[in-house]
C-alpha cells in the first residue's frame, strides 16, 4: 500500500519535471478542472482566485514557488519568515514538490472554510487578504466572514432556484389536471346532450 502511494509520488513528480522541461502541462494538471473538484465556490470565485494566483505566478509555470510567494504575501502586507513561508507551502503541498499549484492554491480557500487553518498561519493571513478583494461587493461582516457568506449565498440560491423549479412542476401538473377534467366535463356534456336529443326525437 505505502509503496503504492510512493510510485504514484514518483511518477508525478516525474511528470511534473517533465512538464516544467517543455513547458507543457503535466497528466495531473490537464485533468483537474477547478469547476467540479470545487464546487462550493461560484464560477466567478474561481476565476477571481485565477487572477490572483497569476498574478503572483510571476514565472509564468502555473505554480508558485518560495520567492513568489515571499512576494506575495510582501505586496498583500503580512510579509512571512523563511520557516513560516515553508510551513504555508507544507500544508497544501500535496504532491511534495515544494511549490503551491493552482488546485492546492484553491486547497487554502477550502481549508479556510473548513475552519483547518490557524488563526496565526501565514495561510490564514492570505485568505484574509485575498479574500479581501471582493469585501466590497458583499459589503458586510469584514474579510473574515466573506467566504461564509459567499457560500451560504450560494446554497441559498441553489435552494430558490430548486424551490422555483419545484413550483413550476406543480403548476404544470395542476394544469395538466385540469385540462383533463376540462375534456372529461366536455365529454359528459357531449354525452348526455346526445341523451337528450336521443329522447326528444
Do not use: W
Not at 514538490?97 to 480557500?109: A, Q, T, V, W
Amino acid at each position: 500500500m505505502a509503496t503504492d502511494e510512493l510510485a504514484k509520488k514518483l511518477e508525478r513528480r516525474c511528470n511534473l519535471n517533465e512538464g516544467a522541461e517543455d513547458g507543457s502541462l503535466s497528466p495531473q494538471s490537464t485533468v483537474f478542472n477547478p469547476y467540479t473538484e470545487f464546487k462550493e465556490f461560484s464560477r466567478k470565485q474561481i476565476q477571481d482566485f485565477q487572477k490572483t494566483f497569476n498574478k503572483y505566478d510571476t514565472g509564468k509555470d502555473k505554480f508558485i514557488d518560495f520567492e513568489e510567494l515571499k512576494h506575495m504575501m510582501e505586496k498583500l502586507g503580512v510579509p512571512q519568515t523563511h520557516l513560516s513561508l515553508k510551513a504555508m507551502i507544507r500544508q497544501v503541498d500535496e504532491d511534495n514538490d515544494g511549490k503551491i499549484s493552482f488546485r492546492e492554491f484553491l486547497l487554502i480557500f477550502r481549508k479556510a472554510a473548513a475552519g483547518e487553518l490557524a488563526e496565526d498561519s501565514g495561510l490564514a493571513e492570505l485568505y484574509h487578504n485575498v479574500s479581501e478583494i471582493d469585501v466590497d461587493e458583499v459589503g458586510v461582516k469584514g474579510a473574515k466572514n466573506f467566504f461564509t457568506a459567499k457560500i451560504e449565498q450560494q446554497s441559498a440560491s441553489t435552494k430558490f432556484e430548486a424551490e422555483i423549479r419545484e413550483e413550476q412542476e406543480e403548476r404544470k401538473k395542476e394544469a395538466e389536471e385540469k385540462k383533463v377534467r376540462r375534456a372529461e366535463f366536455k365529454n359528459k356534456a357531449t354525452y348526455f346532450k346526445e341523451q337528450a336529443d336521443a329522447q326528444k326525437s
